[in-house]
């Protein structure tokens, strides 16, 4: 899908997420909580949106939700991004692309 890489370099955090996961919703209020404002598309709310799943598929992101950019690179779902946080990575990673500043 063309409009995919456009997407993801919108903004220094991208979320591509379903309101219907749990994981997503975890994901989401980790970053807000951060106080990063992502991008979020909510996949199973926008037009589109299985299209761009697919799409997420074949960049090998599996889950396909929630997924995570950050700096137009892929970071991946919720177990890397957790494993990240947790082991002190996310936050100057965040800070490296702008997205937080403290």
Known sequence: M?????????????IFSKNSCCMSHTIKTLFLDFGVSPTIY????????KEIEQAL???DCSPTVPVVFIG????????KVMSLHLNRS????????GALWL
């Open 72 to 79: 137009g690179q892929l970071v991946g779902g919720a177990n």
């Open 42 to 49: 909510e996949l199973d709310e926008i037009n589109r949106g």
């Open 2 to 14: 063309e409009k995919l890489p456009k997407m993801i370099s919108e903004k220094s955090v991208v």
């Open 90 to 97: 996310l936050v100057p990673m965040l800070k490296r692309v």
């Open 57 to 59: 598929a074949q960049l």
